[in-house]
């Protein structure tokens, strides 16, 4: 049965200015026998999450639609204009290659110009990234992009920026929304776009961005070196075409081949499933490609061109795709060598990691004797890091394991551009020192143990599905696991109580970040489980970390399949729960 707080948001809908096809729609799930949809759709109003605002598109107040984002860019307008009174504000706007993005980038434009405020407006689309810089680069108070990343074809997304060219964190998010709920309707949003107030905008901000990507090289010689290195790279249907093989190009790489059935930017994505590199579906037709002309890489960017997937020769002769922890920490390894042989650590550097994230990189940091300073998921909370110790500290770079890397900080968010060029990079060293990527991710297993991670992401969708995730994480807190493929569980962190606990010693100690529903499990033997709802996705994520260490090349199947095992034993124990 549909709630009379539903039916109250839908009539108060058809009430408004909306237009006509949007009433018929309401009305015909309002008279439909079954009630799912609407009360999918008005159950609540969509709210930031770690990546901003992102839903199914559709009519309704939990979907993306024309309405629901201009209420969201009502919203920001009013709070830029309470938090810069008496100042002239300007924002960049961009939008990825999914359906209705351009047309909600120029609705958001509108929305922005009609309350007086500046609006930058790229032309067509561009990645996220180059928004984030853009910001910067402009002198801009705030920025929006329209995507929702890698979701299905589906969806379609709001990731509102601040002055600093990072995703809003608290307090703006939460003041976002307090202005937005208190606009009464639709009808409070000011839809009537002034165009003296917008500037299309393209090359005069393409050319800074990639000329400040270049500045990232670390190992010029080696790229001049393996200037022929066979690279295949996809885009997806997304926005890595306009940027990626530009920058590879400009560092001096000869040899790209673009896979040309996923070149063409396309918001129903038809080559793939689902439009992510992380799966190796979407990475298929790259792959066929590489094995095709013996490639000595594969990239693969996801539609708004923020986090990379990889796949290279493994010892077999196969091509193999790496997952996001073993690329970050390949990453985290090549830049600190190289910092260090070229006498660039000075003992006031950094680099950034996230709590779901391998341990690997904290050990390699800790190695090479740089700080790595561990945040809440989400490269919003890694630009807050940033934006703190600007001016005292450098940052070299970091990453989290969903295969987004930020190499330099001159973006402020995740930066598949940048992490492409700084990947082929990397390889071209391998190579010039007689190494395949795999043989450097092994060397790295050889010194530091062979870390393995793998992700479960259980689906649930609409408000019994919030209802249900929420329950599990109550259940997991009121009844914590004792143990993980027979290792006693020795620590516990709980990020929203903010407490830690050693029950070996029976200690507890603060935790000194922002509250998130996340939990945290470690054992006697190294293993590490965490829970935590998706911010941007109906989904709950459990994340399993094992290792162990690997003492000669010959051992490295064995240890591997041997951490599988173990993973697998893992998996069984928290879906028994579930």
Known sequence: MIGAEERKVAQTWLDSNIDEASKAEIRQMMADENPEALIDAFYKNLEFGT??????????????????????????????????????????????????????????????SANGIQVYLFEALRPTPELSYAIRHLGCKSGVVLTASHNPKEYNGYKA????????????????????????GVDDVNFAADESKITRIGADVDAPYLDAVAQNVV??????????LKI??????????????AILEKLGFTNVHSVEEQATPDGNFPTVVYPNPEEEEAMSIALKKAKDLDADLVMATDPDADRVGIGVKNPHGEWQLLNGNQTGALLIYY????????????GNQYICNTIVTTDLIDVIADHFGVECINTLTGFKWIAAVLKENEGKKEYIGGGEESYGYLIGDFVRDKDAVASCAMIAELVAFA?????????????????????????????????????????????FRQNPP??????????????QTQISQNLSEKTESAINLPKSNVLQFMTADGTKVSARPSGTEPKIKFYISVNRPL???????????????KIATVQGEIEAVV
């Open 551 to 565: 003492a000669s090349k010959e051992e490295f199947d064995a240890v591997y399949n041997a951490l599988g095992e």
């Open 51 to 112: 990546g901003g605002l992102r839903g199914i598109m559709g009519i309704g107040s939990n979907r993306v639609n024309k309405y629901t984002l201009g209420m969201a860019t009502q919203g920001l307008a009013n709070y830029l204009k309470q938090c810069y009174p008496n100042e002239d504000i300007s924002v960049a706007i961009a939008y990825d290659s999914r359906n209705n993005s351009q047309y909600f980038g120029e609705v958001t434009a509108g929305v922005f």
């Open 335 to 346: 830049l600190l060598k190289q910092w260090k042989a070229k006498g660039k650590l000075t």
């Open 431 to 475: 190579k010039d020192n007689g190494q395949s990527l795999f043989d450097m991710l092994t060397e790295v297993y050889l010194q530091f143990g062979m870390y393995r991670e793998h992700l479960i992401s259980i689906k649930k969708t609409g408000k019994k599905g919030a209802e249900e995730i929420q329950a599990l994480m109550a259940k």
């Open 219 to 228: 190992t010029p010689e080696a790229i001049a070196n393996q200037k022929d």
């Open 161 to 184: 920026y601040w002055e600093d060219g990072a995703q809003v964190t608290p307090p703006h998010d939460k003041n976002i929304i307090a202005e937005v709920n208190k606009i009464q």
């Open 482 to 495: 004792a143990s993980f493929a027979g290792s006693p569980v020795t620590h516990t962190f709980d990020y």
């Open 232 to 245: 295949v790279f996809s885009s997806i249907h997304g926005t890595g075409i306009t940027m990626v093989p």
